[in-house]
């Protein structure tokens, strides 16, 4: 093994956006053959590395060796050509056209679409058998599940001969059996002799599928390891440059009086489909409960619901006073009014708008507070004033108010929704996926946050679709399937596997009636 | 954070974009036989070296400010507002019922009353397909564009059947009463020993726009309202999420896009023309789209690019009357400035992107 040389190589990579040194004298090799995860906080420079070896930067210093060979990696086209694939966490696919069309997209041949689709069909079937990558070819990708977007962003490097394959937070948004399934693949692809580099700050998996790790932090790599040598909280400090908790440090809750009450909620969605089908629950003042379940089984409905996004029936009560549930004062602002607070699951799409400044940010949805500003206008100057002090306590980095929410990392964008919606003490805090995508200094601080506010008073639900979340932070624990509640859990008392099987909508306590349905549904 | 310093953004493009915009032209003026050179200086003669000259070009100017004001508050709730023709035309209507059947004392009260006839007649006309896309999605560019034509036709009945006076032989109101009368730039600047603005159309209303941009830009930058209006344009999921109705934004930046696309009338119907004609919007209603996109969608922006347009009427004019370079040939000109700056913004902006990447590169 010690002759073959590697199958990537760097040395000395060095990159500088203006006075942020983004990559310090990296170098680093990694064998073909293997999987390399390479793991570090948010802003460790981990994504410019990576875009450096795909040809989107280019590095200030440094040399790229590509089995042995000196490569000069310009732009994504020389990297394709060097054997290079890339999945990023985003993935650039186009949502109309079928998978076979996104798979040639760029390397049709010829001026007739038809030989390079008959062509791809069949490298596609026998990939497919040979790693596990099954997806219709012929099925429109906005109709696909992320899952199985994943595997085209996979098939189309593979496609293009990609020998390295470079995965980018690939399990940020899968279910836990989703990330399963792209292990195998993932496995599979490393028997078949490809070398794959796993970014990622999921120490978990790091364990679970690498051959060995590096660890970056502040733009330098400060350590590279054989995973069977380490273990979780080494690496976690290695990360972050201190210890770490990886468990959730909390006394057991106080409940007080009940809070929320909902009963027999119901949400109906565009395409006219009920997704929460008579939902009731109570949760209680300085209590967590935890909503588990596999995403996509009404947790989202159930939020926006909540939340004021979406309308529906049934009841709720807030401190029993009743909520409106559709019409003019069913809306997000209303229900902040009543003491709502809400750090939805999707924080690009709805908790930031990413276009507008941190400071903007910080204000939004309670903008038309009378403290931002008299009457219609806004007292901007106030509201940034505001927002810095905001961010000191939350140590958003970099602190800046007027840096637009797109150019913060995934953790740091979260932390302004939670600074925004913490900051207003509520009484009930609904907080859905509070760390997907955050790295794990962000997500000690964030989980500590949330039990603080517990500790506070206030009564919060939290959806997670990561179970160890849920297990760690609840003090009851509600699992969905189906639109349906299936069960409530002392966390205590119950485990990942018990909780799994809820989730698959199989009641262990009552398998015999389930089971039928749940073979229909699995 | 590999972005351009904002000067080039801001500056450098559009100016770059001018400048093809031109070199094309001369080409086009060199073909037919005509000097390019004499031409750009008739131009500017024509335009700027006299202060007749500036009378006509910030008339124009006047016009399409408010136009391209229209274009960028509906634009930045996401809406692309094509009907500033159609509701500069109710506009039109507003001002001269406001000064035909109210006898006001003085300008100064007419221009106020006239104003807000001209908003509210805009403002309605905007506000059938803005309701029509907030409650019934139906596309706002189909919709305000075909409400250019009913708008045409509508002002042709009103003016032909209702509003013209006995005897009369052309589709026109009777000229307005001598109190509602504006006072133009020759009044106004002009001294006992000379006379500035000789003949030229620019009136007190250039002021009444640059009030407009300076409050569109307090709207947009300084309320409440602008930045829901603003968050919606970026992202109706957000919106949503933070209790901003869509289709209460949708209808409000509307019923403002509407309101400034009719007050343009306030310059062309009770300023210059003092009557209400058919033709009364002069096309002003499409450069209002030109205008917005070269101005960024800020006020500032728009200020300056209004300034440019008008120039280029009243240059092309100028051209029309002492050259043999044809009237359509102007059109041409003026729509290459549009496609450069307007349509063609990243044929420059890309190139210009990866030079000042490598310039950067250079200097770490």
């Known amino acids: 093994m010690t002759d073959t040389a590697p199958a990537i190589e760097l040395k000395g990579i060095s990159k500088a956006f203006g006075s942020v040194q983004a990559n310090k004298d990296i170098s680093i090799r990694v064998m073909p053959g293997t999987i390399h995860g390479i793991i570090g906080e948010n802003g460790a420079g981990k994504s410019t590395l990576m875009s450096i070896l795909y040809g989107f930067y280019k590095a200030d210093r440094g040399e790229i060796f590509i089995s042995g060979k000196k490569t000069e990696i310009p732009d994504s086209q020389a990297a394709i050509a060097a054997?290079?694939?890339?999945?990023?966490?985003?993935?650039?696919?186009?949502?109309?056209?079928?998978?076979?069309?996104?798979?040639?997209?760029?390397?049709?041949?010829?001026?007739?679409?038809?030989?390079?689709?008959?062509?791809?069909?069949?490298?596609?079937?026998?990939?497919?058998?040979?790693?596990?990558?099954?997806?219709?070819?012929?099925?429109?990708?906005?109709?696909?599940?992320?899952?199985?977007?994943?595997?085209?962003?996979?098939?189309?490097?593979?496609?293009?001969?990609?020998?390295?394959?470079?995965?980018?937070?690939?399990?940020?948004?899968l279910t836990p059996a989703e990330a399963d399934h792209l292990f195998r693949i993932l496995d599979n692809l490393r028997k078949e002799g490809k070398t794959i580099v796993l970014i990622t700050h999921k120490l978990r998996e790091v364990m679970e599928i690498?051959?060995?790790?590096?660890?970056?932090?502040?733009?330098?790599?400060?350590?590279?390891?054989?995973?069977?040598?380490?273990?979780?909280?080494?690496?976690?400090?290695?990360?972050?440059?201190?210890?770490?908790?990886?468990?959730?440090?909390?006394?057991?809750?106080?409940?007080?009086?009940?809070?929320?009450?909902?009963?027999?909620?119901?949400?109906?969605?565009?395409?006219?489909?009920?997704?929460?089908?008579?939902?009731?629950?109570?949760?209680?003042?300085?209590?967590?409960?935890?909503?588990?379940?596999?995403?996509?089984?009404?947790?989202?409905?159930?939020?926006?619901?909540?939340?004021?996004?979406?309308?529906?029936?049934?009841?709720?009560?807030?401190?029993?006073?009743?909520?409106?549930l559709t019409g003019k004062q069913s809306d997000g602002q209303s229900r902040r009014a009543r003491g709502i607070a809400h750090v939805p699951e999707d924080r690009q799409r709805e908790g930031l708008i990413m276009d507008f400044a941190a400071w903007e940010n910080l204000i939004f949805g309670y903008h038309r507070d009378?403290?931002?500003?008299?009457?219609?206008?806004?007292?901007?100057?106030?509201?940034?004033?505001?927002?810095?002090?905001?961010?000191?306590?939350?140590?958003?980095?970099?602190?800046?108010?007027?840096?637009?929410?797109?150019?913060?990392?995934?953790?740091?964008?979260?932390?302004?929704?939670?600074?925004?919606?913490?900051?207003?003490?509520?009484?009930?805090?609904?907080?859905?996926?509070?760390?997907?995508?955050?790295?794990?200094?962000?997500?000690?601080?964030?989980?500590?946050?949330?039990?603080?506010?517990?500790?506070?008073?206030?009564?919060?639900?939290?959806?997670?679709?990561?179970?160890?979340?849920?297990?760690?932070?609840?003090?009851?624990?509600?699992?969905?399937?189906?639109?349906?509640?299936?069960?409530?859990?002392?966390?205590?008392?119950?485990?990942e596997g018990e909780l799994g099987l809820l989730m698959a909508g199989i009641d262990s306590q009552s398998a015999d009636q389930s089971a039928g349905q749940a073979g229909a549904t699995a | 954070m590999e972005r351009m310093p904002v000067w080039a953004d801001v500056v450098l493009i559009p100016l770059i974009s001018l400048l093809l915009a031109a070199g094309l032209s001369a080409l086009v003026i060199l073909a037919i036989g005509e000097s390019p050179v004499a031409a750009f200086q008739l131009m500017v003669d024509g335009a700027l070296m006299r202060s007749a000259g500036w009378g006509y070009t910030l008339y124009y100017a006047t016009n399409f400010m408010f136009t391209g004001l229209a274009v960028s508050v509906a634009f930045h709730a996401r809406m692309f507002n094509i009907g500033g023709e159609g509701q500069a035309m109710l506009g039109g209507l507003g001002v001269a019922l406001a000064c035909l059947y109210i006898p006001w004392p003085h300008w100064s009260l007419a221009i106020l009353g006239s104003a807000f006839g001209a908003a509210l007649f805009g403002a309605a006309w905007a506000l059938i397909p803005a309701w029509l896309q907030a409650k019934r999605g139906s596309h706002i560019v189909i919709t305000t564009i075909m409400f250019n034509f009913i708008a045409a036709a509508l002002l042709n009945y009103v003016l032909v059947n209702v509003l013209r006076p006995v005897g009369a032989m052309d589709p026109a109101t009777a000229k307005f009463p001598e109190p509602t009368h504006l006072p133009t730039f020759r009044d106004m600047f002009s001294t006992a020993e000379t006379i500035l603005f000789r003949g030229a159309p620019a009136n007190v209303s250039f002021f009444l726009a640059l009030a407009a941009c300076v409050l569109v830009w307090l709207l947009i930058w300084r309320t409440k309202l602008g930045y829901e209006i603003r968050a919606q344009g970026f992202s109706e999921s957000g919106a949503r999420?933070?209790?901003?109705?869509?289709?209460?934004?949708?209808?409000?930046?509307?019923?403002?896009?509407?309101?400034?696309?009719?007050?343009?009338?306030?310059?062309?119907?009770?300023?210059?023309?003092?009557?209400?004609?058919?033709?009364?919007?002069?096309?002003?209603?499409?450069?209002?789209?030109?205008?917005?996109?070269?101005?960024?969608?800020?006020?500032?922006?728009?200020?300056?690019?209004?300034?440019?347009?008008?120039?280029?009427?009243?240059?092309?004019?100028?051209?029309?009357?002492?050259?043999?370079?044809?009237?359509?040939?102007?059109?041409?000109?003026?729509?290459?400035?549009?496609?450069?700056?307007?349509?063609?913004?990243?044929?420059?902006?890309?190139?210009?992107?990866?030079?000042?990447?490598?310039?950067?590169?250079?200097?770490?």
């Open chain 2, 241 to 364: 999420y933070a209790g901003i109705s869509p289709s209460r934004i949708i209808v409000i930046s509307m019923l403002i896009s509407g309101g400034l696309a009719g007050m343009m009338a306030v310059n062309s119907t009770q300023g210059e023309a003092e009557r209400l004609i058919l033709n009364m919007t002069e096309g002003a209603g499409f450069i209002g789209i030109a205008v917005a996109l070269m101005g960024r969608n800020h006020p500032f922006g728009v200020f300056l690019a209004a300034l440019l347009f008008g120039f280029l009427y009243q240059g092309g004019a100028e051209l029309a009357l002492w050259t043999n370079i044809p009237r359509e040939l102007i059109v041409v000109i003026q729509a290459l400035v549009i496609l450069f700056t307007g349509a063609l913004d990243n044929m420059v902006r890309m190139p210009l992107e990866r030079i000042f990447l490598a310039l950067r590169r250079k200097e770490a």
């Open chain 1, 210 to 324: 690498t051959d060995t790790v590096s660890v970056m932090r502040r733009g330098e790599m400060t350590a590279t390891v054989k995973t069977a040598d380490t273990d979780p909280e080494h690496l976690a400090e290695m990360m972050v440059g201190r210890k770490v908790l990886l468990r959730v440090d909390k006394k057991p809750a106080t409940p007080g009086d009940v809070v929320l009450s909902v009963k027999e909620l119901r949400v109906v969605d565009d395409s006219g489909v009920e997704r929460v089908k008579g939902i009731s629950f109570d949760i209680r003042k300085g209590e967590i409960l935890g909503l588990a379940g596999v995403a996509g089984n009404g947790q989202s409905e159930l939020m926006h619901l909540l939340g004021g996004i979406a309308d529906g029936t049934g009841t709720i009560t807030v401190n029993g006073a009743a909520i409106d």
């Open chain 1, 83 to 173: 054997g290079i694939g890339m999945v990023f966490q985003h993935f650039k696919l186009v949502e109309n056209f079928s998978v076979l069309e996104n798979v040639i997209l760029g390397v049709e041949e010829g001026m007739l679409l038809r030989p390079s689709l008959a062509k791809a069909r069949k490298s596609l079937k026998s990939l497919a058998e040979e790693y596990e990558l099954n997806v219709d070819p012929d099925a429109l990708i906005k109709d696909l599940s992320v899952g199985h977007q994943q595997r085209v962003e996979i098939l189309k490097a593979l496609y293009r001969q990609a020998e390295i394959l470079i995965l980018d937070e690939p399990t940020g948004v």
């Open chain 1, 370 to 495: 009378p403290r931002w500003g008299a009457g219609p206008l806004m007292n901007n100057a106030a509201i940034i004033t505001e927002a810095e002090a905001k961010m000191q306590r939350f140590d958003v980095r970099p602190p800046n108010p007027k840096q637009s929410a797109k150019n913060f990392s995934g953790g740091n964008q979260q932390k302004l929704v939670l600074a925004r919606e913490i900051e207003q003490s509520p009484a009930l805090f609904l907080v859905g996926q509070p760390t997907r995508g955050v790295d794990i200094g962000a997500i000690e601080f964030i989980h500590q946050e949330i039990i603080r506010l517990r500790d506070q008073g206030a009564a919060v639900l939290l959806v997670s679709v990561e179970l160890e979340e849920i297990l760690s932070m609840s003090d009851r624990i509600a699992v969905m399937f189906d639109g349906r509640i299936m069960g409530f859990r002392d966390p205590v008392a119950t485990d």
